[in-house]
């Protein structure tokens, strides 16, 4: 492979103008070589009861003026559609931990009001319960990702939670939920067993954690065997939550106890959280930054890459057959809190390099495919790296969320390798990969090449070599905007869309030119 390129054609031509360096990289990608699935499921959603990402982001209620199907927002369910959303994490997070799904069910006038004190101590009305968390994921058609209660709950509560969502049998719980107007069973695809329980979720040691996993996990259980037939409910433990030490004594514990597990508990999944922050408590401006700020962002962001790789180690030695899935059910970009909103609520704008983290993010995980089938981005709506922000009736599109509509063609593609020299871009004492690549064969067999270009400031020429597909055509889109903290604004909802882009074929490779600082999906015809 000839290493990256660098061209100052234009300066010799023309002395006036400034040099122009176009950067060239090639990408050499055969299709014979596939590799693991691309889970779907690594494009999952996660949405807190915290701030506005529930109660304004989802739910509105029957009676707003905001148009809405029994209380869940029109609008936001239309554009999460688009998403192809395989599942949500739901009702936390911290909050998780001491939610108690009695206050959550049953006539909406004579629902328990609770406080939230994980996210500011604001009341918690329990509108938004089991109901009508599932009836938006019917209407949006993604599967249920349910985090019991670990920390401040019971066994028994959690499994008659999961009795009343799940049996079919005239039981007194099956009887209430359909007095509460669900007759027919819910299906849970997922159960987390805790969450963050080494911290928010109970302070737990690797060990105190362990025996109450083996526990949750015997008797939390789907009661309806006619569901289990077709899909078995996956359980995901509690699992670390970055590089450090005891992260990974974690993480050799939990899955050291289930080398030797008995049939009498088991797991599918281990949790991992890691947020890109810089530095704690979080304090990186997510709107109005210069290219600096971007550089280290993205920095931090690709130390995701180690982080999966050293936990995946550790599981392949007690797990060679990969039967347990590393699940990153929290991740994203975290911020300091917008000036003027409240801190509780992590209130953050979503810029081009939003984006640019989350194809970045994205694509680890697709080059984990084999051992990372699951990963939830923090978070759906108005918290945290949201898709979407709302003002009351108003909604905009963020740039990640037009990553995720554009990575759709990835969901359960297979993984085929890319070979690259991806160049270098530095900004001070930070220097990146210029280029990020993956590519994906679909369903019908269709190829998709991703392809995300770092630097700022130089377009990238990329040449592609393809091995076992002769391409007539390549097009597909391209997101990228004026600058890197470039944002969609409810007055300006169209800075940062994507736009059309195709590539030439030249002498049978493909070769296109990639704006700078940005992510582009093509298909290649054939
Ligand atoms: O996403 C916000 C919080 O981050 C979650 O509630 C918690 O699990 C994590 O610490």
Not at 431 to 444: E, N
Not at 446 to 466: A, F, Q, R
């Amino acid at each position: 492979m000839r290493p990256l390129l660098v061209s100052f054609a234009l300066a010799s031509m023309a002395l006036t103008a400034p040099a122009v360096a176009t950067v060239k990289v090639e990408l050499s990608v055969d299709v014979s070589k596939t590799g693991s699935k691309i889970d779907r499921n690594i494009f999952g959603q996660f949405a807190e009861h915290l701030g506005h990402g529930v109660y304004e982001g989802i739910w509105v209620g029957p009676d707003s003026k905001i148009p809405n199907t029994r209380g869940i927002r029109t609008d936001v369910v239309t554009a999460l559609k688009a998403l192809k959303v395989p599942n949500v994490r739901w009702p936390g997070g911290c909050f998780a931990d001491e939610y108690h799904w009695r206050k959550g069910i049953g006539p909406a006038d004579r629902r328990v009001v609770s406080l939230n004190p994980n996210w500011g101590g604001v009341t918690e009305p329990n509108t938004f319960g089991t109901h009508e968390f599932l009836d938006f994921l019917d209407q949006i058609g993604a599967d249920a990702y349910i985090s019991v209660n670990v920390g401040s709950g019971t066994p028994q509560e959690a499994a008659e939670w999961l009795e009343y969502m799940t049996t079919a049998q005239p039981t007194t719980l099956a009887k209430e939920r359909a007095t509460n107007g669900h007759p027919a069973p819910y299906k849970v695809a997922y159960l987390g067993i805790g969450n963050e329980s080494w911290d928010c979720g109970g302070n737990m040691t690797p060990d105190y954690y362990l025996s109450q996993l083996k526990v949750y996990s015997r008797f939390v259980r789907n009661f309806n065997p006619a569901q289990q037939d077709k899909q078995q409910m996956l359980k995901i433990a509690v699992g670390p939550g970055g590089g450090e030490p005891r992260w990974t004594e974690w993480t050799e514990t939990i899955m050291k106890a289930y080398q030797h597990h008995q049939w009498s508990w088991d797991i599918n999944g281990l949790s991992m959280h890691s947020y890109t922050v810089g530095q704690w408590p979080p304090s990186f401006a997510s709107a109005n930054f210069g290219e600096t700020e971007y550089s280290q962002i993205l920095k931090f962001t690709l130390a995701m890459e180690d982080l999966v790789s050293k936990h995946s180690v550790i599981m392949d030695k007690y797990d060679p057959e990969k039967k347990v899935a590393l699940v990153v059910d929290e991740w994203g970009a975290w911020y300091a809190p917008l000036p003027g909103s409240n801190p509780a609520f992590l209130v953050q704008q979503n810029s081009l390099r939003d984006a640019i983290l989350a194809s970045l993010n994205l694509n680890i995980f697709a080059r984990h495919a084999d051992r990372v089938r699951g990963a939830n981005i923090a978070q759906m709506i108005n918290v945290l790296q949201a898709m979407i922000l709302t003002d009351k009736e108003r909604m905009v599109l963020t740039p990640t969320y037009y990553v995720f509509k554009m990575y759709v063609p990835f969901q359960d593609a297979t993984f085929v390798p890319v070979a690259l020299d991806a160049g270098t871009y530095t900004r001070g004492d930070i220097t990146l990969p210029c280029v990020d690549a993956i590519a994906g064969k679909d369903t019908a067999g269709k190829l998709w090449l991703e392809i995300t270009d770092l630097d700022p400031n130089e377009p990238v020429e990329i040449e592609v070599s393809l091995a076992g597909i002769r391409a007539k055509s390549a097009s597909g889109h391209t997101l990228t905007a004026p600058k890197v903290d470039s944002v969609n604004t409810f007055d300006a909802p169209n800075t940062v869309v994507p736009k059309p882009i195709s590539a030439t074929v030249q002498g049978g490779k493909l070769v296109l030119k990639l704006e700078p600082k940005s992510v582009t999906v093509i298909s290649v015809e054939q």
